[in-house]
């Protein structure tokens, strides 16, 4: 009998300190605003639940510091933004501005974009971001882009017409 692969992941976790600022908002706002993405796990995520509304949702992978998903959110409030990130300074950055400016269409997702996707219904997003997405030159390091045909498709069931 052999052991199952792990997934190829299409990115790599970087590490970094979290500052007091991030640290704080991710202790009081997580428990709102968060939602822990778990390897192997298909139940549905139900995202009129997760944001408490029924409005189009947004699903943007690697957010980096949310910048620009708190911006985003800010000028767009009809729309419901799910970030997903596993950067954790970026996760703290971007929960204290969602409490800075006051942001309730906010949800952050920690853990790996494609286990997330999994889980939303076909024809549940309004939209995907992904800015900056494949980070592998090499050709021996293609496999884990995260735009190629496999995760396209997982994508593209995700979004509505």
């Known amino acids: 009998m052999t052991a199952a692969h792990p997934p190829i992941r299409t990115f ?5 300190r979290m500052s007091n600022r991030h640290a704080d908002a991710h202790a009081a706002l997580w428990p709102l605003y968060g939602l822990t993405v778990v390897d192997g796990d298909r139940t549905p995520l139900d995202l009129d639940l997760l944001f408490g509304r029924t409005a189009p949702v947004v699903l943007e992978i690697g957010f980096g510091m ?3 998903t708190a911006a985003t959110a800010a000028a767009d409030p009809e729309r419901g933004y799910l ?6 300074p970026g996760i703290g950055n971007l929960l204290a501005l969602v409490g800075d400016l006051g942001l309730t269409n906010v949800r952050v997702a920690h853990g790996d974009a ?3 996707v999994q889980r939303i219904a076909p024809g549940a997003l ?3 971001h992904v800015f900056f997405p ?3 030159p090499k050709a021996r390091h293609h496999k884990r882009r995260l735009i190629r045909p496999g995760n396209v498709v997982l994508l593209r069931r995700g979004l509505g017409p």
């Open 66 to 68: 949310g910048d620009a």
């Open 12 to 16: 790599h976790p970087r590490r970094g």
């Open 83 to 88: 970030g997903a990130e596993v950067h954790t």
């Open 126 to 128: 309004d939209a995907v």
């Open 134 to 136: 494949d980070p592998w």
């Open 114 to 116: 494609m286990e997330l």
